[in-house]
């Protein structure tokens, strides 16, 4: 006799989807947090050369993760030229190892 439909379904496996921290998520912060993570301070123009995007783009994101507390930005002079130099806080060294492990435990979860 044939199986019901019913019968037939697999069972479903639940996971735990990480709750991702948004501010760092986004991809642009992210490499900014990550370059930030092995390199004690980089400039503006560093930055914007790591990234290999706009000096709006470093702008904006460097704001929303200073606002957040994950970066310290120090302005400067270098003679009369202004110098910006970003480094990553306590908080968000925290921040990103946090994030890291969500991401390891989520790949973990896909491969077993």
């Known amino acids: 006799m044939a199986k019901s439909a019913a019968a037939k379904k697999h069972e479903v496996v639940e996971t735990q989807i990480p709750d991702f921290d948004r501010v760092i998520h986004e991809k642009t912060r992210l490499a900014m947090i990550s370059a930030l993570a092995v390199n004690p301070t980089l400039t503006f123009n560093e930055l914007k050369a790591v990234l290999k995007t706009t000096d709006g783009n470093v702008s ?3 704001r929303k993760l200073e606002d957040a507390g994950y970066l310290a ?6 003679g009369r030229v202004p110098r910006t130099e970003y480094s990553l806080t306590t908080s968000g060294r925290r921040a ?4 890291l492990n969500h991401m390891e435990a989520l790949i973990k979860a896909v491969k077993q």
């Open 60 to 62: 904006v994101h460097a």
């Open 73 to 78: 930005c120090k302005k400067s002079f270098a």
């Open 96 to 99: 990103l190892e946090k994030y």
